[in-house]
Each structure stands twice: as structure tokens, then as C-alpha cells.
């Protein structure tokens, strides 16, 4: 229908073709349809079974995904990641994953199609990762999903960009329910604040990553989840990792905070997981005057104040569960690293009772 | 982002209208509207008047807590007032009275003078941006 001036006004059906088109048109790009013929015969096809960072099985698979990937980067091949039998799958192994992908196509030689994948079988696996981004760069679009806020990536603090993400929390998380200002923004505010703050502060402060923020900036990975008054983050960077940000504090802060956990059960092994578990302790203890980061203490304050609070910390070779309802510790050791540190905690937001947003 | 007078005029610091909605971090290394510059563009020059001021903190998108102890601890931590003086001198006001805390919380945590070595380095850090 022309109008006025001879512009052009598409109606909504119109405008839902093409929406539909684009979107297929990015997906074309960076996933693999069942047709094996899209798939050359060079590609490297790495299978995957458990897309998770909880259990250790999952955990190493994704490390040994991870390093072929790299590795056929390397040799110049493409890499097809094939996920269609897996039979676990977590925000926090796809979010680790999604990272190393993006960052594998940065270093192919073919690109953006240097590394493409095939999603899970499963309906709710398949949703899931539809739903969050997987795999997709920022640009692409994704269908909004109500509880699910897909993957965001940021490289270093610009003016309007909390308040930004914020926002689009707001509309895809809550249906605009937050109040801003309100006790639940301030509380996202401040967990995303201290969480983007200490990736900028302790994961790139190193020699070795020098070249990788030249190229990529002090990069990181968010996503978020909304099931019921639980929000569930997850933020991932490709840093130094907290043990290795630990130990550069010096050797008598080290000892001393060795001292103050000793009592603890496993903290006295001496590996990533108990250097870890000393930083959180390190950030309430009162030795630290001006800490650069509030970061972990301040996580993990919004996760002791939910009954249901859990947060994973993994960093490097460790990983650092608390429990909110019995204060307790768990301290695991993983053979692989994930080279970096994935903070996954939940938030209990203190919304209506009978909130008009999808309890998914 | 309106001149150091208004704030002389009336004795409050209204922060998300006079310096920032998106306050965040500490030290220029994070981003401009860090708690350092808050402090020294804002905070001290209003505390040396020797009035008392009211530090307005509704309107802006949020509050991190390094913002805050970098902007309020920072005043004890780096010798410039002892926490009674500030008690005598501030008043906050938010409608969340949980950040009203946290900023004093900040401020009586906080050990007077202990990061005094490092006030030079900040003021002369401060000076070169002016």
C-alpha cells in the first residue's frame, strides 16, 4: 500500500515475512542443517554429549570440545561442534562454549563459517540454546523469549551501558515490571555493576593477556535466566582467572589468609579451588583496605540473602560452591582448566506475587 | 553536568544530576564517572566550605558498591576526615535507605589514613586531568 509520498507502508504480516526471512538468513550462516552435504568434507565434527560445567564428565568433555576446536583452527579447518545427542546442557557450559566459539571464528581463517554447530535433539535443549543465543554473534537475531535474556558481551565499561542492559533486563526478564530505582533494580544494578567491574579489574591484569585485549578488548559473556522470584547470571571472561589474581597479591597475604581458612574443609589443598575459596574470604576479611573489586563479597551477599542462593565459582582448575540455605562450602578440583572464571549465582527478586511475566 | 557553584550555592550534591546517572567504579581506569573523581570534584570541595551537605542520591540508574566506598570510604581511608567529622558533615539521603547504609557502612569500616600514602598519587593523578 503506498501512502502520502509514495512511502511504502509494509503491514504486519509484511513485516513478520521479512523479520522470519532475516532471521534464517543469519541462522543459514552459523548453523548446520541435517543435510550433510552443507557440511565439507574437510570440516573437522566434534561430538558433544553433555554441555555442562557441574558434573565432571560434562566439564571435561567441554574442555576436550573446546581444545579440538582449537586445534583445528589451528590447522586451518573448519569445526563443526555436534551437539545433537546431548543429554545435558546448563547456562554454564553453553556459556563457556558460546565464548570459545565466537573467539575460534575470530581466529579462523574461514571466519564466521570456521565454526558452526548443530543443536541438541532434545526440544528443551534445542530451545534453550535457541532462546539464549547460542553460538550467534551479537548482531544476529534471536526470537525473544520471556525469562531469558541471550547472551550479552561487552569489552569495557561505555557511559549508558548498564543502564542499557538494564533496560532490556527489564523487558525481557520482568515485562517492564521493575520499578527503576526500586530495591530489584538496585540489586541487578549492583551485582552487574561489581560483576562487569571485577573482570575489568582482576581477569585481564596480565602480562600473557596483553594481546588478547589489544585484539578483543577486557571481553566478557552475560546471560541471564528469570524461573519464577529466581534470577540466574552468569558471567564468563577469558582473564588470568582468580587463583593466578590471587597469588600476585603477594606471598605474605597468601599465607596469612592460608592461616584464616585453614579450618576450613578441603581450603588447605592448596589448589585453584582453595585459592578461590581464600579470594572470597580475602574480600570480607578486613585485611583488604581499597580493594580494587567488591566483586565475589558482594555476589555473594545478594546470594546469602536468598534461601534458594547458590553461586558457582569457577576459575581455572577450580570451582567454589555456596550454599545460601546451610552456609556451606564445597570445594571441587577439575583436571582441564576453563581458562578464565565463570561466576554463575541467583538473585530472589521481590517481585509481585502474581507477576504478569512467564514463570518459565 | 552543571558548574561547582550550584553545588556551593545550596549545599547539596545532587549526584545523578550534577555528575552522573550511571556512577560506576573507582578509579578513572573503570570509566569517567568513577568514585575517585566523585570525590575530588564533588565531595571535597563541598566538605572544605565547612558546611554541612546533603548528598542527594535518587534519580540515578544505580549505585555499585566499589562506586561508593571508593567515593565515601575513600574519604577516611585516605586521611582526608575521620568518621565523626564526616558524621558531622554529610547527610545522605536515598529513597532505598539500604544504600543510605551502605554508605556509611563504607565510612565506618573504613581505617583512617591507612591509604594515605596513596592520596598524593590520587590528588596528582586528579591534577594532571585538569
Partial sequence: MLVGGGVKKIDRGHAMWLTRKRREAYRKRYLVRRSARRVPSTALTLKLKELTLFTSKGHAAVAKCVRRMRRGIKDGRRVVIDMTECTNVTACGALRLHAEMILGREDSAAGVL???FKLPKNNLYRHF?????????????VK???????IQSGAKKVPGQLAQLLNQMNERLFKSELERGGEDWDSLYKALSEAMLNVSVHAYKDDERVEFVQRLGERWWLMGNRIKKQLYLAIYDKGIGIPRSFQKKGLEIVETM?????????AEGGGD????????????????QAGNGLGLDDIKKYVENNPDGKLHVFSNHGRVVFHSKDSTYKLIEYADSIHGTLIQWNLKLELPAEGKADET | MTSMSTAATNNTIHIA??????????TQDHGDDNGERFRHQWLLPALSRGQRILIEMDGAVGYGSSFLEEAFGGLVRLGYYNKDQLREKLTVHHKLSRNVDLVWHYIDRATFGVDKGKREAAEKRWAARH
Fill in chain 1, 114 to 116: 570456521g565454526v558452526r
Fill in chain 1, 129 to 141: 540454546l535457541d532462546t539464549m543465543g547460542f553460538g550467534l554473534p551479537e548482531d544476529a537475531e
Fill in chain 1, 144 to 150: 525473544p523469549k520471556a525469562g531469558v535474556l541471550r
Fill in chain 1, 258 to 266: 592460608k592461616k584464616l581458612v585453614a579450618w576450613l574443609p578441603g
Fill in chain 1, 273 to 288: 579451588s582453595s585459592l578461590i575459596r581464600m579470594a572470597m574470604e580475602y574480600g570480607r576479611s578486613g585485611l583488604k
Fill in chain 2, 17 to 26: 544530576r550534577q555528575f552522573s546517572e550511571e556512577p560506576y567504579g573507582r
